[in-house]
């Protein structure tokens, strides 16, 4: 039996048990990698107050060992050590109140082990969450002070962090910001542990972007107050920028390269991603932090005075908001065309070109390769059936927009061109944006002349009046547009340096082929309205943008759209959309049309809903639709507001539609060989975590993904009960779902799920885990995310990272070469012999293989998997099924993972990737050692990056050792193929 001797009385905190509850409102606020964070309720007496409980997780299939639980218990202790120190005299107010602890039932653990939980305060949600509201805009510098605040507090008491980043950065509903999360911190005189089999080998898993270059080049990575600064300069970036430490990489693998090499985790941000503080003095004092010789670095307590001082001085504001971008900003000189902007003039001259619009504003062209006939836009709703792979043409098309001024500017010098430089400022400006409802803008075609025009992805089923048409307008179908554009201008408007769009009009939201809404990013109408009034032109262009949906405001002289300006026409537009009905449908002439703005009368209300047919319209709608009952049309009629400021957020209209009953659920059907086990799986001990994943998700369908915001998707699987049969007879299983970061982000959860049933379906094999269905009942699946969960088989004695420690002393060396040889087998089936192609695991480790009751080890855990097309080369195998998420780097990673800088994209696994970490797993089997047993995960990296092998020569028999280094070759095809290792490992049991 497990002992515990109390922490409380050791450390004198309070014990809390009594008094607090998490079995009423129990859900989660966080899971982290070992620990699950619930939100509780503590009631002593007259005093109640919400507050969050962090347990400990314990992830092993079998009985606990009690190696294992000692690691656990005093890893627990040093935290609540260091934590307890942070406030003994008094709690600070930005550490995160350690209010107490409570006696928990460790969950996965024996029945009769307790340990503590800890109680502390309940925050309104993490510093990467806050960013995104607009309170945080004019609280920037404070929360810089806030965070330094609490570090400096840290190393005043001679206590390292660690782990500083924006997600362990927690923020009060007064807006404080709060340090958090001290399981990786020490004390700075404590000395350094080598890595062992306990260890994930992923200490700093998904954290490797705030890291400093000396944690990955000494032998023992040590975190410490250099390195804690570090990664301050990370979170200070974030906090102004949004931006995520070297955002321009979006492969995790080649992130370690950059930092080893000495670059910084980003350049100064410019609009609309910096915010109105970040001047030259506040982007020194960030830029200082990531000084490559960490002994020149500042410490928190010099940036902190620093920063008070430029408070003080008016060097920067305390309480600076970003404004928004106008539109255009010709006063800050020449502007240049941004270098990385593709020219696709000559290219484009392969393809026939076709004029599919002119605009007062604009020529629209379209680009076809020869011999693609296909009609200019879809005339169908196709979007069941639309195939990536059977429309290669028409995906292929391009879409140019050319500039067209009415009657020209005057005879100008090119640098003296005032549309010209407004429009290369916002080229400028708006090209890196990413978001899956902006429209992607790729690059430029100079042949077009003085303006050049703009290449933009095309979109099959044209603008959103065209697609519309050919809908059956469906409530859900409406509500997903809103809930698209609302998206789009939230993405926007929640830039560091807000960004309008200033033309939202049906015409300007457009829709690619799979149903989703893209909103344009550059209007030429609104740039020309927007010329200064000194402008020479033969004619104004002005009237090119309608006052129908614009607010009373633009009609203002000097007027520039704002985020509120594009809400009132978000409500026109939304109206629209339920109705048909366009703003002012009574009215025809434009001077009409400003006479009732500047008159207060709103674009539409209830009177046009009740005239609807008289007005032209073919919709039918009434006092009982959904739309109007259910709280839509008031926000609707709310973006009306002649006060620009009362007008609703496109985040607070985003929480309504969000509030709705889902009936947008992704309909997929699976494989008609996978049974729906719905109803028939239970756990009845509750959700015992045995394992986990993360990933982030590589949009694969997009042209180009390092801007992007990286999604994380966090796989978790526990042990369930199958009942089957006529007698109903018990069988273990395992059940797997998925998770994303953002619970409204589903579509990457469901292309994981999909990905992972496709692979396992095709393989059959003795040493690889049997799918057994899949699972739809929502006490698996969580409320948020309607993925189905998998069901495979459950193997009892779990990971080999706890079956060869725990068998170390009585496993005979041919039970390791028969534990090997299992392994080897199943590459050798899933590199070889599967019928449709050969699939790669993608991520070989200790946990990924699992060993049942007989001792039979079996392959697990193919979400990183890749499935190739058979071929002579494996080099140029075509792919068949690519990962939807690319794994976070391990030790077990082969050495190729990590080089080709070029490309900043996350690299498909293959065989060979597989090889280099099979041998590592022989190794393991024989030494119970991980790779690089000797460093944490950063120095782990470095020496694979420098030409180091995983092991040392004595970590294993010769003839092990032997069969491990031909898995090691530099060159990936000179690696022995499972083949050959199976062929070898023959021998070894004939002697």
Not at 18 to 28: A, E, Q
Not at 616 to 626: I, V
Not at 683 to 690: A, Q, Y
Request: glycine share 6%; proline share 7%.
């Amino acid at each position: 039996m497990f002992q515990y001797t109390s922490v409380a009385q050791s450390l004198g905190l309070s014990d809390l048990t009594p008094y607090v509850s998490t079995s009423i409102s129990g859900r989660n606020v966080a899971r982290g990698g070992v620990a699950d964070v619930r939100y509780g309720s503590y009631k002593k007496g007259s005093i109640q107050q919400q507050v969050a409980v962090k347990s400990v997780r314990l992830e092993v299939h079998g009985a606990a060992n009690a190696s294992l639980i000692a690691k656990i218990q005093k890893k627990l202790y040093r935290e609540l050590d260091i934590w307890k120190t942070l406030q003994a005299n008094q709690p600070h107010p930005n550490i995160l109140g350690l209010l107490g602890i409570i006696d928990t039932t460790l969950e996965g653990g024996p029945r009769n082990l307790i340990l503590p939980s800890s109680v502390s305060e309940l925050c309104k949600g993490n510093l990467s969450e806050y960013m995104a509201t607009t309170e945080a805009r004019s609280r920037r510098v404070q929360l810089l002070v806030d965070t330094l605040e609490g570090l400096s507090h840290m190393h005043k008491l001679r206590v390292v962090h660690g782990d500083l980043k924006a997600p362990n950065v927690l923020v009060t509903e007064e807006g404080t910001a709060k340090l958090c999360d001290f399981g990786h911190s020490r004390f700075v005189d404590t000395s350094p542990t080598p890595a062992d089999t306990t260890d994930s080998s992923s200490t700093f898993q998904a954290t490797t972007r705030y890291m400093s270059p000396e944690l990955f080049t000494e032998p023992i990575a040590r975190p410490s107050c250099p390195s804690d600064i570090w990664a301050f300069g990370c979170v200070a970036l974030e906090i102004l920028s949004k931006l995520r430490p070297y955002h321009v990489i979006f492969s995790e693998h080649r992130v370690p390269a950059a930092i080893i090499q000495g670059r910084t985790p980003s350049i100064r941000p410019e609009p609309p991603y910096a915010a109105g503080c970040l001047n030259d003095s506040l982007w020194s004092l960030v830029r200082v932090c990531w000084n490559i010789d960490h002994r020149s670095r500042p410490t928190a307590g010099f940036l902190l005075e620093r920063l008070k001082d430029m408070i003080q001085q008016g060097i920067i504001s305390n309480s600076a908001v970003t404004p928004p971008r106008p539109g255009a900003n010709i006063e800050q000189g020449p502007v240049e065309w941004p270098e990385e902007l593709e020219d696709f003039s000559e290219s484009l001259t392969h393809y026939t070109k076709e004029m599919i619009s002119r605009r007062s504003m604009a020529d629209i062209w379209i680009y076809r390769i020869q011999g693609d006939s296909a009609p200019t836009f879809l005339q169908a709703d196709e979007r069941r059936n639309f195939d990536l792979t059977k429309n290669e043409a028409r995906l292929r098309r391009i879409v140019v927009k050319v500039p067209c001024l009415p009657g020209g500017l005057s005879t100008t010098s090119l640098g003296d061109d005032r549309f010209q430089q407004i429009l290369r400022g916002v080229i400028k400006e708006r090209f890196d944006l990413q978001h899956d409802n902006l429209v992607d803008m790729i690059g430029l075609d100079r042949s077009y002349g003085r303006y050049p025009g703009i290449v933009l992805e095309y979109c099959p089923y044209g603008d959103l009046t065209h697609y519309k048409g050919l809908i059956v307008p469906y409530e859900q179908d409406n509500q997903r547009y809103l809930r698209e554009i609302g998206q789009g201008l939230q993405y926007l408007h929640g830039l560091p340096s807000a960004l309008a769009h200033g033309d939202l009009t049906p015409d300007n939201i457009l829709v690619d082929g799979q149903g989703t809404l893209k909103l344009t990013i550059v209007s030429f109408a609104r740039l020309s309205a927007n010329l200064p009034a000194d402008t020479q032109v033969a004619v104004r262009p002005d009237i090119s943008i309608s006052a129908r949906y614009s607010s009373p405001e633009l009609l203002m002289d000097n007027a520039v759209p704002t985020p509120e300006s594009d809400m009132w026409s978000f409500g026109c537009v939304a109206f629209w959309i339920y109705t048909d009905l366009p703003p002012y449908p009574r009215l025809k002439k434009e001077h009409h049309i400003v006479k009732a703005i500047e008159d207060g009368v709103n674009p539409n209300d209830l009177d046009n809903i009740r005239d609807i047919e008289k007005l032209g319209s073919h919709l039918k709608t009434g006092a009982d639709s959904p739309w109007i009952t259910n709280g839509t049309l008031s926000h609707i009629l709310r973006c009306w507001d002649p006060q620009a400021k009362a007008r609703p957020t496109a985040s607070d209209l985003l929480k309504h539609l969000n509030r709705l009953p889902n009936t947008n659920i992704v309909i997929w059907s699976p494989p008609s060989n996978i049974s729906d086990l719905t109803g028939a799986v239970q756990t009845p001990g509750g959700r015992n975590i045995i394992g986990w994943s993360s990933g982030t998700w590589r949009r694969m369908y997009t042209r180009r993904a390092q801007g992007k915001t990286v999604d994380t998707i966090k796989l978790w699987w526990w042990k369930g009960v199958h009942s089957r049969g006529f007698f109903r007879r018990n069988v273990d299983v395992v059940v797997k779902a998925a998770k994303s970061d953002r619970g409204e982000f589903e579509e990457p959860a469901q292309q994981v799920y999909r990905h992972e049933l496709i692979m396992l379906n095709q393989i059959k094999h003795t040493n690889v885990v049997s799918i057994l269905g899949f699972t739809t009942d929502p006490s698996h699946i969580g409320s948020h995310l309607k993925v189905p969960a998998l069901i495979t088989e459950y193997c009892s004695n779990g990971r080999l990272r706890e079956y060869c420690p725990a068998n170390r002393d009585t496993m005979s060396e041919a039970g390791q070469v028969n534990l090997v040889q299992g392994i080897v087998k199943a590459l050798n089936y899933i590199h070889n012999h599967i019928p449709e192609g050969s699939i790669v695991h993608g991520n070989l480790s200790m946990d990924s293989v699992v060993v049942d009751k007989d001792g039979v080890p079996k392959l697990t855990n193919f979400e990183f998997g890749c499935q190739y097309q058979h071929t002579d080369n494996p080099l140029q195998a075509p792919v068949l099924h690519a990962p939807p998420l690319a794994a976070h780097p391990t030790r077990w990673d082969a050495p190729e993972l990590f080089q080709d800088m070029s490309d900043s994209r996350a690299p498909f696994p293959t065989r060979f990737t597989d090889l280099w970490s099979l041998g590592s797993l022989i190794v393991f089997v024989f030494s119970c050692k991980v790779p690089y047993a000797q460093s944490e995960l950063p120095g782990a990296i470095a020496r694979l990056m420098n030409g180091e092998k995983p092991y040392s020569e004595n970590d294993c028999p010769r003839k092990i050792r032997d069969l491990a280094y031909s898995l090691w070759e530099e060159v990936p095809y000179q690696r022995s193929s499972a083949a050959k290792i199976l062929e070898r490992i023959g021998s070894l049991q004939l002697r």
